[in-house]
């Protein structure tokens, strides 16, 4: 059984701080997303990265995908309250026709 | 708004009843994806469809059912249901296939008591 395993699980910071979250499998991927996921809400998708070694940014948003295609992670940049949510990285798997892999998750709360 | 809806919002039944949840997916779309989240599980994909046809299978139980319509809204249906199958039930739908960007509607909370 495919796994993506994301840590931390849980994440108490202050707004302006900086963190990265990891999502780490020993499967490879050909492509990874993330999600955030807010409370009463589906997951909405940030980013999907496909290149091993390929970095996105959005805003203060930095995505990296390992360049073994295995792992990837998501830096945030001076945290913002707004920010707070479920982050979930997803892998499309190589030879799993069309079947999303998603991590365990990893809950953010930024305290103004 | 993603554009997916979902019917119910909210579901609350007792075990060993059935209940059938609506999906209605973004215009366009072709696939419709159902996934479960729970608190100990996380999100867990259920079953696809594209296009009226079942595409991909996930770790649906046999209690479970779902289809698509020739309007391409899909239904998930839960029978004898149990108290861990209280959870949260989202449905997706992208264009084609899984490698698409999947939009997410805003789930049905089945509480079974």
């Known amino acids: 059984t495919q796994l993506l395993e994301q840590s931390p699980q849980f994440l108490s910071i202050q707004e302006g701080e900086n963190l990265t979250v990891y999502c780490n499998s020993s499967s490879v991927f050909s492509s990874l997303q993330w999600y955030r996921q807010e409370p009463g809400e589906g997951p909405v998708l940030l980013v999907t990265?496909?290149?091993?070694?390929e970095v996105k940014k959005l805003k203060r948003l930095t995505f990296q995908f390992g360049d073994a295609r295995k792992d990837s992670s998501l830096h945030i940049t001076a945290a913002q309250p707004g920010d707070t949510g479920l982050y979930l990285c997803a892998g499309d798997s190589i030879g799993m026709a069309d079947k999303l892999i998603f991590g365990t998750g990893t809950r953010l709360q930024v305290f103004p | 708004d993603s554009g997916v809806t979902q019917t119910p919002k909210h579901l609350i039944t007792a075990t060993g009843q059935r209940v059938t949840l609506r999906c209605s997916p973004r215009?366009?779309?072709?696939?419709v994806y159902w996934y479960q989240q729970s608190l100990d599980q996380g999100l867990q994909f259920l079953i696809q469809?594209?296009?009226?046809?079942?595409?991909a299978k996930g770790n649906i139980l046999e209690r479970f059912s779902a289809q698509q319509f020739p309007d391409l809204h899909s239904e998930l249906n839960l029978s004898s249901l149990e108290l861990g199958d209280s959870a949260l039930y989202f449905c997706?739908?992208?264009?084609?296939?899984?490698?698409?960007?999947?939009?997410f509607g805003p789930g049905t909370r089945l509480t079974v008591l």
């Open positions: 990265v496909v290149t091993g070694g």
């Open positions: 215009s366009g779309d072709l696939s």
């Open positions: 997706a739908s992208s264009v084609d296939g899984s490698r698409d960007t999947q939009y």
């Open positions: 469809y594209y296009n009226g046809e079942e595409r």
